[in-house]
């Protein structure tokens, strides 16, 4: 049982490019991973790119109209299915990467709309959930509380790539954390 009392040394950064946003459907396309204190400093970072079939990836990409706004991603994702790593071996190595890090204390998982990419960690990463704390750092959380309550407005680039979405994720709750040392 998790200690709810703990206090968290760390956060878990991670971020998941999939073929769509059903975790029953679609399938894990990237993954970037970064430990950072509550300063944001990187502690360690991790990324791969997840081998899928290739037909079975086209057929998800199709169903969704997302994909047609960005065929650069699209296209590069395609061109690397075959060089990526299987799923197995991507979670056993970010499995590695938790306890290396966090040793026996739950990792909060943290990130922009993150309650989706814990839906496929759950999903297709049973054993990695289990290394993750209940509790988690949601970004866009602050988001409609800053743009609701303050009208302040982060602007954030549309990349959707893993690695660069965590450093936006990033760089939107330090600008929040910013404007309130400010007042």
Known sequence: MIDKNLVPSKLLWVDL????????EDLILEVAAEITDF???TLASYEAIIRQPKDKVIDRMAKNVWWADYPGNRDDFLAKLDQ???????????????????????AILSGNSIHNDRGFIRAYWPNLDLKLHYRMLDVSAWKVLMQGKYGVVFDKKEVHRAFDD??????????????????
């Open 39 to 41: 300063e944001f400093k």
């Open 17 to 24: 490019e999939m073929t769509g946003l059903d975790p029953k």
């Open 84 to 106: 990526g790593k299987d799923s197995t071996q991507v979670e056993a190595e970010l499995i590695i990467l938790l306890e290396e890090h966090f040793k026996e204390e739950p």
């Open 166 to 183: 965590i450093q936006a994720s990033i760089a939107e709750i330090q600008y929040y954390l910013e404007w309130f040392r400010s007042r």
